[in-house]
């Protein structure tokens, strides 16, 4: 949220009781944080619903998307997650990957996401226009090697314009400093 007195934070904390993951979310409102559990997705697995939660953007006072993932689907893998904060409270959506590294909104309509996808070592960036995603691997130079690119956070402060910084292993297989703009 978007404002001198209130914040989003998101993370991971462990259960003793269940010993798995969950998705934590902090609310800071009054000069205090405040403690949630994410919601899940009605496919999650209910023996482990690990969900770990990677980023999260904040367009607005009133509106804020997390990206993260869990345990669902049958059989059972690591499915993408995207949480939503809009009119006092958080709603579900399966996102189209579960390897993310980072989440920035210029708008309600228009967020990019940092994709990380274990298998696939070039990342890639999802982009989140009007209600839809669509995706796209990272350019690299003109020295970049195919074979290992990440990401590691975007900022987004308007539509047309976004930065992306992380890594790419060039030809001579050394790792350089990536810093992508629009």
Do not use: H
């Not at 949630?36 to 980023?55: C, I, Q, R, T, Y």
């Not at 893998?77 to 390897?99: I, R």
């Not at 999802?126 to 350019?139: A, C, E, K, M, Y």
């Not at 975007?154 to 297989?173: F, H, L, M």
Request: charged share 10%; aromatic share 10%.
């Amino acid at each position: 949220m978007t404002s001198a007195s209130t914040c989003v934070a998101v993370g991971t904390y462990y259960s003793d009781q269940t010993n798995y993951a969950n998705g934590l979310l902090l609310d800071w409102s009054g000069g205090s944080w405040t403690p949630k559990e994410a919601p899940l997705p009605a496919n999650a697995d209910a023996s482990e619903p690990a969900v770990g939660l990677a980023g999260v953007s904040c367009p607005s006072v009133s509106r804020c998307e997390v990206i993260g993932d869990y345990y669902g689907g049958n059989p059972v893998t690591s499915d993408g997650l995207m949480l939503t904060w809009s009119g006092g409270s958080w709603t579900v959506a399966q996102a189209p990957s579960a390897w993310y590294a980072g989440l920035s909104c210029a708008s309600a309509w228009s967020c990019v996401a940092i994709d990380n996808t274990a298998g696939d070592l070039q990342g890639g960036l999802r982009i989140w226009s009007d209600g839809s995603w669509s995706t796209g691997p990272f350019p690299l130079p003109a020295n970049g090697s195919n074979t290992q690119s990440e990401a590691e956070g975007s900022s987004c402060p308007a539509v047309s314009y976004c930065v992306v910084a992380g890594e790419y292993t060039d030809t001579a297989s050394n790792a350089d400093g990536l810093l992508l703009t629009q």
